[in-house]
């Protein structure tokens, strides 16, 4: 049995726990840092190509980051959150790739793909004019455009265009610099830049199987863990800070850890289902990311939307995405992960969430249990002609959304991600999913001011500067500083 030393302690080998990584070791590279994956490399689960949508979630197209209330005006707080904190992803991008100078490629992991907002009926259309209205009047939305001319539409989304009706009331909004990101790249990215420093450890094929806290109070953690290929060794790390990023196996994980801030914390599963084309002929046509509004009773991460992707150097279509119920938490999860996750102090949680949200639930059963004649159906809202033979179907990752507790309603259901952290820093665990991926260095971030205090307050601050210009001031707030770091990080990054 052996006994591993380390600093920190990345459980998970996705974008959030390769970018916690390489933040760190940058910010001290005498940390001994070690990352633990169950699967025999990193990001083959939420963090593969076509596991995610590959949008750059900026709020450019996704409507339900625009609220409406009831007398009709736009909240666009989220939307400029989500923009900044997008910003704050693409700068730190824009340092890897000026240090790494002619070795890291960013058309590699990311592509200028405009974004785009559409709908096609009368009521609808007004609600994306005056959603257009409010953020345009924002520096960071300034450049957003908005049609209705059809000529302009044609050209902007030919594909959703050809075949409908000249009567056909459709409007859009477009930003030209939307990003299609490949997160799966970018993190094999991170994670071979990591591995060329010599207090770096990546174990593939290693699941944790419990951690606890030690009585010794230089090391929190302890850590015991199994390799799944050749003798079936058994591992057990010491560690003082441990970061479980392991997608919906954090929430087990973190159960066991038994810190208070855990309790009542629960898991709402649920699957996801795209198709695909490959048909050069109508992969050319279209190059957008193009995002329509929900169906009534349809959960946030269930707008659908027609993308460009652009995997390995290939563009490809992509639509839906088809959620669906499942009771697993990992795309190589067990059927078992839903019950496995329920406890004592969150059954209120779960009961609360589940009899407030028995609509999504039929929703969700009724999107798994759809035809392929069904999922046409779906297209053909976006593309009149629609042929079944261009498209195929695929299963995206696994999302476990979180339920916590709310006094009123026992438990409530989020759309979002969280972070949960023992008090004294020592462990910090990422609950949720979308906008996810594309906020990662903010919610890193977050997870380094919560946890790493100490070492910000002597040093690590003007570190993070000099990689993240804008780190400690506001994008929203400040024009002029907005304007000057996209400049630059569009120009990083190829994508002005």
Not at 45 to 72: D, F, I, K, M, V
Not at 412 to 438: M, N, Q, R, Y
Not at 442 to 448: H, N, S
Request: glycine share 8%; charged share 20%.
């Amino acid at each position: 049995m052996a006994t591993i030393q380390a600093d920190v302690t990345l459980v998970g080998g996705g974008i959030m726990s390769a970018t916690l990584a390489i933040l760190l070791q940058r910010l001290d590279p005498s940390l001994h840092i070690i990352m633990l994956e169950q699967l025999p490399d990193v990001a083959l689960e939420s963090s593969a190509a076509l596991h995610n949508a590959g949008t750059g979630h900026a709020g450019y197209c996704e409507l339900n980051y625009t609220p409406a209330n009831r007398q009709g005006q736009i909240d666009i707080r989220r939307a400029l959150e989500i923009n900044a904190a997008f910003e704050l992803s693409q700068q730190f991008w824009s340092h890897l790739v000026d240090s790494e100078k002619g070795k890291l490629d960013p058309a590699t992991f990311i592509n200028r793909v405009p974004h785009l907002s559409a709908v096609w009926n009368s009521q609808d259309t007004a609600f994306l004019e005056a959603r257009y209205q409010a953020l345009q009047q924002h520096h960071l939305f300034s450049g957003m455009q908005w049609s209705r001319d059809r000529n302009t539409l044609e050209q902007w989304m030919p594909l959703l265009m050809a075949g409908r009706a000249d009567t056909a009331d459709v409007a859009a909004t477009r930003v030209e610099h939307g990003a299609d990101v490949n997160f799966g790249a970018l993190t094999r990215h991170m994670i071979r830049l990591l591995q060329r420093q010599d207090n770096f450890q990546l174990l593939t094929h290693t699941r944790v199987q419990d951690l606890r806290r030690t009585r010794d109070h230089r090391c929190h953690w302890h850590l015991t863990a199994r390799r799944l290929a050749g003798q079936g060794e058994t591992l057990q790390i010491e560690s003082p800070f441990v970061f479980l990023g392991a997608g919906g196996s954090a929430l087990h994980l973190l159960q066991k850890s038994a810190i208070p801030e855990a309790a009542g914390y629960g898991g709402f599963p649920v699957s996801g289902q795209w198709l695909i084309c490959q048909n050069p002929q109508l992969v050319s046509r279209h190059h957008a990311k193009v995002y329509s509004l929900a169906p009534v009773g349809a959960p946030p991460m269930s707008v659908p939307h027609l993308d460009t992707r652009i995997v390995d150097g290939k563009p490809c279509l992509l639509f839906g995405p088809y959620a669906g119920f499942t009771t697993r938490f990992l795309k190589h999860g067990s059927r078992l992960d839903l019950v496995k996750s329920v406890r004592s102090h969150n059954l209120k949680s779960l009961l609360g969430a589940g009899r407030h949200n028995l609509e999504l639930t039929t929703y969700l059963v009724k999107e798994a249990l759809q035809s392929p004649r069904q999922r046409l159906q779906s297209l053909s809202s976006f593309l009149p002609q629609v042929h079944a033979e261009d498209w195929q179907l695929a299963h995206a990752g696994k999302r476990v959304q979180i339920i916590k507790r709310c006094h009123h309603k026992w438990g409530k259901l989020e759309f979002g991600t969280e972070i949960v952290a023992a008090a004294d820093g020592s462990l910090a665990a990422l609950l949720g999913a979308s906008p996810g991926a594309s906020v990662s260095v903010k919610t890193m971030l977050d997870v380094i001011q919560r946890c790493f205090a100490p070492q910000l307050a002597s040093g690590w601050h003007d570190r993070l500067k000099a990689m993240i210009p804008s780190y400690g001031e506001s994008l929203i707030d400040d024009a002029s500083l907005a304007e000057r770091i996209r400049r630059d990080t569009l120009a990083s990054l190829k994508l002005a």
